[in-house]
């Protein structure tokens, strides 16, 4: 326990010395001016607003497994709170941006990124309860939910980016981190690594949003993509709750790699090992 607070006193600390020491990022107004700004059926910024559906479906889809039969095996009740929450962000996301793109300015954007963040800060709060303590998890969920939540009100009241950039990039770190270093309590660890690389490439796809609209002839922008690809970790981390099972042999990602990798110079090892010896064969005199 005494570990526990000491860890808090560090973090807390760090962040206060990051505030001081940093200064504050302003939300850019250049933000707001994407690429692709077609109507279409009466619809401003059409495909970045429809582009968000895939979230609603899969965010209603996840919490009808989580709560249908338990079809997903939610064996802790931690995870359930934990993935409720996800989900219930997941969907939200469909409307708070929809809502933001039909009318893109900062007081809309709000609307975009709060449900945003309490999927973020639901999925760190699943990754404790997994992979280090279920109650301290569990008890975990709603201070960090509610942490995202201040980040967004101190940038809407300061216009200071800074907390909701650690709310946002700090799981993106340490998510795939955790993944390969810590034993998972369940199969199918990998799932984790493939959300977070779509989620890495939508980041990618949203910075490159007109240079991608331009290199599309105008079909689609960089910011439209990056909605479907975002789209794509829900569904993997549906994937991977639907398949996995309980491990039995909790190894991390990085131990199994570790593994495979001395199996496969072994194998070389003793391929090139092998030789070939050629007797002598008397050849007769056919005469």
């Given at each position: 326990?005494?570990?526990?607070?000491?860890?808090?006193?560090?973090?807390l600390l760090c962040f206060v010395i990051l505030m001081l020491i940093t200064p504050s990022i302003p939300q850019s107004q250049d933000?707001?001016?994407?690429?692709?700004?077609?109507?279409?059926?009466?619809?401003?910024?059409?495909?970045?607003?429809?582009?968000?559906?895939?979230?609603?479906?899969?965010?209603?889809?996840?919490?009808?497994?989580?709560?249908?039969?338990?079809?997903?095996?939610?064996?802790?009740?931690?995870?359930?709170?934990?993935?409720?929450?996800?989900?219930?962000?997941?969907?939200?996301?469909?409307?708070?941006?929809?809502?933001?793109?039909?009318?893109?300015?900062?007081?809309?954007?709000?609307?975009?990124?709060?449900?945003?963040?309490?999927?973020?800060?639901?999925?760190?709060?699943?990754?404790?309860?997994?992979?280090?303590?279920?109650?301290?998890?569990?008890?975990?969920?709603?201070?960090?939910?509610?942490?995202?939540?201040?980040?967004?009100?101190?940038?809407?009241?300061?216009?200071?980016?800074?907390?909701?950039?650690?709310v946002q990039f700090v799981p993106c770190i340490a998510i795939p981190v955790m993944a390969v270093l810590l034993p998972p309590m369940?199969?199918?660890?990998?799932?984790?690594?493939?959300?977070?690389?779509?989620?890495?490439?939508?980041?990618?796809?949203?910075?490159?949003?007109?240079?991608?609209?331009?290199?599309?002839?105008?079909?689609?922008?960089?910011?439209?993509?990056?909605?479907?690809?975002?789209?794509?970790?829900?569904?993997?981390?549906?994937?991977?709750?639907?398949?996995?099972?309980?491990?039995?042999?909790?190894?991390?990602?990085?131990?199994?790699?570790?593994?495979?990798?001395?199996?496969?110079?072994?194998?070389?090892?003793?391929?090139?090992?092998?030789?070939?010896?050629?007797?002598?064969?008397?050849?007769?005199?056919?005469?």
């Amino acid at each position: 326990m005494k570990k526990e607070y000491i860890a808090w006193g560090v973090a807390l600390l760090c962040f206060v010395i990051l505030m001081l020491i940093t200064p504050s990022i302003p939300q850019s107004q250049d933000y707001h001016d994407f690429a692709d700004q077609r109507q279409f059926l009466g619809i401003p910024n059409a495909l970045n607003v429809i582009s968000n559906f895939p979230f609603l479906v899969v965010g209603l889809v996840g919490l009808i497994l989580c709560y249908h039969g338990n079809y997903f095996k939610l064996s802790l009740q931690g995870e359930l709170w934990g993935w409720t929450c996800f989900f219930v962000g997941v969907a939200a996301v469909a409307f708070g941006s929809a809502y933001y793109h039909l009318e893109p300015n900062d007081s809309r954007l709000v609307w975009d990124r709060l449900p945003m963040t309490i999927a973020f800060t639901s999925i760190v709060a699943i990754f404790i309860i997994e992979r280090v303590d279920e109650r301290k998890g569990s008890v975990s969920i709603i201070p960090l939910v509610l942490a995202g939540v201040v980040s967004i009100l101190y940038w809407r009241f300061f216009d200071d980016l800074r907390p909701y950039g650690l709310v946002q990039f700090v799981p993106c770190i340490a998510i795939p981190v955790m993944a390969v270093l810590l034993p998972p309590m369940y199969t199918h660890s990998t799932y984790w690594l493939w959300a977070a690389a779509f989620y890495l490439i939508a980041k990618v796809e949203e910075a490159a949003d007109k240079p991608i609209y331009g290199w599309t002839h105008h079909i689609v922008s960089g910011h439209t993509i990056k909605h479907l690809f975002a789209a794509m970790v829900p569904v993997f981390l549906t994937l991977m709750l639907a398949k996995r099972s309980i491990e039995t042999n909790r190894q991390s990602l990085l131990q199994i790699w570790k593994v495979s990798w001395t199996k496969v110079k072994t194998n070389d090892i003793e391929t090139e090992s092998l030789t070939c010896s050629y007797s002598d064969v008397p050849v007769e005199d056919e005469r």
